[in-house]
């Protein structure tokens, strides 16, 4: 062997030999234990980082060992290849959608072939591709005919230049993140999944995700938001009636104001006849649409000069507003304010002077004036409400809904947080939504026959809008039920709902449909699911209704598709900026002829490689031009703080850089990029390839040595069980033991064979250095193909303890004896040690203190 390890030329040979032999295909006929791991598919925006490289590192690590102990390992790539920025590149460089996405997946997968993945490629997809989304198109309609997606009017966030949707990430300040337009809030028809049918199932079925983090199912159970409440309908001074929910009704008796939404019936009715309502609702318009949106604006209310008549009191009349913060399609689109508990509604009652009173104690306060300077929504007794007075508000909750029932006002019921997901998407990248619009059909699934429903790739971006609205033929077509003249959906789906079914889509992939059931059973659950936490809600949510969806009209029989979940930390780095500050002005959202000036800050990102440090300051490299040294966050290509893997590997070769993202950190944490790292993690590459090539000078050594074979069955119990918890920089450090224990060895038979069965633990983590020396230490075959080494447990017990010898309480020597050694032998041991003798110096010890198995104290 040479003295030094050539990584580059060991990772091209031996990446060449995996792929030549197909090592790491899934057989779907095994007879093996199946093992299925996957990490999140990537978005194929241009290249890889260092955050990629480490969450498909930890997958790949588990994955090799599944095989190494006797499994059938699925451990499929794919890329989640529809989107916005694919459609903004298009815009924004003159290129096409579909050329950009699929030149980024060439390149990205370059630079994952060359970190030695043990993935199976013949698997590959592309959401992108019509042999991927003609299947989604078939699932579509297939949920459609069981009635789990349907059609209505929703508000959206509308940019009135770009003439698109945005998503509620997209609108800054309530103006369009592209445009700069003021966003309105429009009614547009969309297609919706029926998501809240399995809002139980989706909250119970939490329960039985052991294997899954406590933050992440907690963060799921908010989001269903399940609440028991009083739906009830409160009396209006011009005849009619509003119904409003509450999960509070405990604090009826401070009810200080009845609001409903700009778009709610009482609304529309006042504004045909009044200028003042109608302007009013064209202001909130311009708000957004979110829960997190409405709570951080200015809250604005109308008076419309209709009162309600309090429940429980006939006498007692609260004025009825229409309200910016009050969403139509949230509950009932009105609610009923409480501001000395709700801290919205005090924020609004402050504002228009509305009175605030406590009826839930504050401590000793029940002083039913409200004097504090926010919101009390913590424990306490109910106060100031007649009947309630002295009860707790479980028990107050309760009596006003008995009260509600008996007098016949209001029900008792359960709602949800949840809302139907809505999949209409107005851009062209994505999977074309397969319906058909036919004035006397109405909307009429396209025919199997007709799938998939292929993008057109004559469109372009030289206006705003979707190209399909504008496209001369591909949205005219016959329908299919009567042959009159319609029209093609020209909205696509959301991304999300390409990612919440890839995964059986790796796992089966005939070409007639999505899936063949029995095969794709065969491996689902995923077994091991890696990914990052801001994935927490939506792409798991919507993946486990997704499969529950399937199962419910008989195509799977699975409930949930990831039976382990873990979500890795994120790969960090310095940022690099310069800040300029631009003044604008708008008319005020109060009062429009008030002209309000705003400034805000634009930042320009550099990316490290574009930095050199001078006297502890960041400059442009060869510049005096000086730039601020930002936070230390996540890697992203916004902030233009990534670390491209290519010249990192070039330079270390892949496994140095899979042992750094390895051993840094605990995975669950962020892990910060730094160059002194990936080096470290070189050198030890060298080291333990020194150990390999030492095989070769010491191949005839004979006798054992117990302590380091007790060391060697010890580390691999402890990396088994290391890796099997994805507790891999436990696993490193374990190693480094063990590779510390064996340069301190002398030449044995027991050392020969610890380092030969180091190979074998190596190998998940730097796969080509073990290839590398598997191969010349002679052995058959591949070491991916190896078995895990077997544990002795006789050899996981210690029959020796090392003691430490102290003098006066300092320690001055150890020494290993026997475990479960007497008293007065390890008395005998410590006076007779050197370094004691001469600190002693012929005197008699005034006492010996003996733990056994642990200390002897000399006090001197």
């Known amino acids: 062997m040479a003295s030094r390890f050539n990584a580059l030329k060991s990772d091209a040979a031996w990446q060449q030999v995996w792929d030549e032999r197909r090592t790491f295909a899934a057989r779907d006929d095994s007879d093996k234990p199946r093992t299925y791991v996957l990490e999140m598919f990537p978005y194929p925006s241009g290249r890889i980082h260092m955050g990629h490289v480490r969450n498909y590192t930890m997958g790949d690590v588990l994955a090799r060992y599944r095989r190494m102990t006797g499994h059938e390992v699925l451990h499929p790539m794919g890329w989640d290849a529809f989107g916005m920025p694919a459609e903004n590149a298009a815009m924004e460089k003159g290129v096409h959608p579909g050329g950009w996405t699929r030149d980024n997946i060439a390149t990205m997968k370059a630079q994952l072939k060359r970190l030695g993945f043990a993935l199976d490629w013949t698997r590959e997809l592309a959401t992108c591709e019509p042999d991927y989304y003609g299947h989604e198109q078939a699932l579509f309609l297939e949920l459609f005919r069981h009635g789990l997606v349907y059609r209505k009017e929703s508000s959206v966030n509308w940019d009135p230049v770009d003439m698109t949707v945005l998503a509620n990430e997209q609108v800054i300040d309530g103006r369009g993140w592209r445009s700069g337009a003021l966003v309105e809030r429009r009614k547009l028809s969309q297609w919706f999944l029926k998501i809240t049918d399995f809002a139980d199932e989706l909250l119970s079925g939490l329960d039985a995700l052991e294997h899954w983090p406590d933050k992440v199912k907690l963060m799921q159970e908010n989001w269903i938001g399940k609440s028991q409440g009083l739906q009830f309908g409160w009396s209006l001074s011009d ?84 309200a910016n913060f009050v969403l139509m399609e949230y509950g009932t689109g009105a609610v009923f304010g409480v501001p000395a508990h709700d801290q919205r ?47 707790d508000i479980e028990d107050a909750k309760r009596a006003v809904i008995q009260r509600a029932e008996d007098g016949g006002w209001g029900k008792g019921s359960t709602v949800f947080r949840l809302r139907d997901w809505g999949v209409s998407r107005q851009r062209y990248w994505g999977t074309p939504i397969p319906i058909i619009h036919c004035d006397a059909c109405g909307a009429v699934p396209v025919p199997a026959d007709q799938l998939p429903v292929v993008l057109p790739e004559d469109v372009s971006f030289d206006v705003p809008g979707n190209p399909l609205d504008r496209h001369p033929t591909w949205k005219h077509v016959p329908c299919p039920t009567c042959a009159g003249n319609a029209r093609r959906e020209t909205d696509t789906l959301d991304t999300f709902v390409d990612s919440s079914w890839y995964f059986i889509r790796f796992a089966s992939q005939p070409s007639d449909k999505a899936f063949d059931r029995a095969v794709a059973e065969k491996w689902l659950p995923v077994a091991q699911y890696i990914g990052g936490v801001e994935h927490a809600i939506l792409h798991l949510l919507y993946a486990r209704f997704w499969t529950r969806a399937l199962k419910h009209i008989g195509m799977l029989d699975i409930a949930e598709p990831f039976a382990g979940l873990f979500t890795q930390g994120m790969v960090t780095h310095e940022t690099y900026y310069r800040a300029k500050v631009i003044r604008t002005e708008r008319p005020s959202t109060a009062d429009p002829e008030t002209i309000v000036t705003e400034s805000s800050s634009i930042q320009t990102w550099f990316s490290p490689t574009e930095i050199e440090r001078r006297d502890g300051k960041a400059f442009l490299i060869g510049t005096d031009d000086e730039v601020k040294v930002g936070r230390i966050e996540k890697m992203s290509k916004s902030k233009k703080n990534t670390v491209d893997p290519t010249h990192i590997v070039d330079q270390y070769g892949a496994d140095a850089v899979r042992w750094f993202v390895l051993s840094d950190s605990p995975p669950e944490r962020d892990l910060e990029w730094s160059e002194s790292g990936i080096e470290g993690s070189w050198r030890f590459v060298q080291r333990v390839w020194r150990l390999f090539d030492g095989l070769t000078e010491t191949a005839g050594a004979e006798g054992g040595d117990k302590a380091l074979d007790r060391k060697l069955h010890q580390t691999i119990a402890g990396i088994a069980a290391d890796i099997e918890g994805l507790a891999f920089n436990k696993a490193v450090a374990k190693l480094y033991e063990l590779v510390n224990a064996l340069e301190r060895a002398a030449p044995s038979a027991s050392r020969n064979a610890a380092i030969r069965t180091l190979m074998l633990l190596v190998a998940p983590m730097a796969p080509h250095l073990a290839e590398e020396a598997w191969a010349i230490a002679g052995n058959a075959g591949l070491i991916a193909d190896a078995a895990w080494p077997e544990v ?69």
């Open 345 to 391: 509604d005090f924020e609004f009652a402050s504002k228009y002077r509305l009175p605030i009173r406590r009826v839930v104690s504050e401590g000793d306060d029940t002083d039913p004036d409200f004097t504090a300077g926010e919101a009390y929504s913590g424990p306490g007794t109910i106060c100031n409400s007649h009947f309630l007075d002295g009860m």
């Open 239 to 322: 005849g009619g009636n509003v119904e409003v929910f509450t999960t509070r009704p405990d604090t009826i008796f401070g009810a200080s104001f009845v609001a409903v939404a700009a778009d709610h019936p009482i609304a529309a009715k006042l504004a045909e006849s009044d200028p003042a309502v109608a302007d009013f609702i064209a202001l909130c318009k311009q708000g957004g649409t979110t829960a997190a949106e409405l709570e951080t604006q200015e809250k604005l209310g109308f008076d419309t000069g209709i009162t309600a008549t309090h429940p429980f009191d006939p006498a007692w009349q609260i004025p009825v507003y229409i």
């Open 792 to 860: 002795d447990p006789a050899l996981l017990v210690d029959d020796e303890v090392t003691i430490a010898i102290q003098v006066n309480g300092k320690l001055r020597d150890t020494q290993t004896v026997a475990k479960g050694t007497a008293r007065e032998a390890l008395e005998t041991i410590a006076l007779a040690n050197a370094n004691v003798q001469r600190i002693l110096d012929g005197a008699a010890p005034r006492k010996v203190i003996v733990v056994p198995d642990r200390l002897v104290n000399i006090v001197a």
